[in-house]
């Protein structure tokens, strides 16, 4: 397990600190943080994965969402501390052996993105979505992704790509693959 | 925004807690969900010198119903009453409260525990507790109480919850066969504080008349207010428009909103009329057995 990866701040500028031990998107995961680090600073500055963006940080928009043992929640609402030996999935952790998951084709297809600034929090609360009901209407879309806000598409083409995804999971479940 | 500096603890029992509760003497919070406290502290609001994590504790993540009540543990999530046959089937103003908090990333974190003892009184489940009944069982450095609702929320933020207490476990009297209940919001847009909600819970005898009613309001004073007199109206009565009308009146007499981004006092004032007529009717509908 590789801890402090990125070197810690001198003590003199800083609080207290908590050694954190994550699995991120498979990989065993650590770093010595200040006790208040929230996780989406944790995962953008301490692990360089700065695919998880950070938007509002006022628990409003959504663009930091990642899974937490499973669960989507806003990562800038949630202490790294907090995910002490749990399970983070992010935006990175998406593609597989270098094919895109259901939901990153159905963004492209459907063209579910103008700016991409929501997209990696917006994917990610699809997956968690999908993950509960692999066929959700319409409705049940739209209030899952109720906490996630993109400024630009009027979300109709997100809608659309969500709805690609769950054809497109429903296929493949459907040709004996889990 | 990064919250200020704190010491972190990450008990593994309630008896722990207590103890790094008190040993702190008000100096440190407690973290459930963190949905709220997070940002608060984010804001500056709050600066606890320390944070007693309670989700490492085991056992407090339940919904449970025995002989006498229903039983919901602390760090219970919100989205948890919206995943429960059970709430939804029997205790349907939680599901219609549950469904309305924030949006379903928050409900991932948030806490029953966290949303009732926070004492905001723009937060859906207080009104939900007094029109239920409820009480609440906390633990501190002296054993355990049990508060009810009713006296739990004393001014805005402000609980009978000492700082070296910990709420642990949600009492709700077990529901009846002839009993209903709804929680009505408005809201400005989905995921918002409510504008106005309004909680209301009745139980109907063999006779179909009103034997017990509870009515209560979100956003609209200090506290989630509880409207005695209404409820007192109700009793004995006909579930009917007529009853609905007076008791609805009564409410709207103990809500002193205040006008804000959200709306002006007089549109919140006739709100509590509306919701209050809205959440009764309901509550009868479900009590016969309709949805």
Known sequence: ??????????????????????????????????????????????????????????????????LLDGRAVKSCTVLAVQAEGRDVQTVEGLETDGKLHPVQEGFIEEHGLQCGFCTPGMMMCSVALLQKNPHPTEEQIRRAISGNLCRCTGYVNIVKAIQHAANKMDGRSAGGRA | MIPPRFEYFAPSSIDEAVQLLDRFGGEAK??????????????????????????????????????EALRIGAITRTNDLNDSKLIHNRYPILSDAAHEIADPLVRNLGTVGGNVSHGDPANDLPACMLALGAHFVVQGPKGTRTIPAHAFYQDTFVTALESNEILTEIEIPKARS??????????????????????????????????????????????????????????GKAPETAAYEKAAELAQGIASPVGDLRGPADYKLAMVRVLALRALHQAASRARGGA
């Open chain 2, 30 to 67: 407690v973290l459930a969900g963190g949905q709220s406290l997070l940002p608060v502290m984010k804001l500056r609001l709050a600066e606890p010198k320390a944070l007693i994590d309670i989700n490492r504790i085991p056992a407090l993540s339940y919904i449970r119903e025995d002989g």
């Open chain 2, 178 to 235: 002839d009993q209903g209940n709804a929680y009505m919001k408005l809201e400005k847009r989905v995921g918002d504080f409510p504008i106005v909600g309004v909680a209301a819970n009745l139980v109907l005898n063999a006779k179909g008349t009103i034997e017990s009613a509870g009515l209560a309001l979100t956003a609209v004073g200090p506290t989630a207010l509880k409207a005695v007199e209404a409820e007192r109206s109700l009793v």
């Open chain 1, 1 to 66: 397990m590789v801890l402090a990866e990125m070197p810690s701040p001198s003590d003199e500028e800083s609080g207290p600190f908590a050694s954190v031990h994550v699995t991120v998107n498979g990989k065993a995961r650590g770093a010595t943080v200040e006790t208040r680090t929230l996780l989406v600073h944790f995962l953008r500055e301490n692990l360089g994965l700065t695919g998880t963006h950070i938007g509002c940080d006022t628990t409003n928009c959504g663009a930091c969402t990642v």
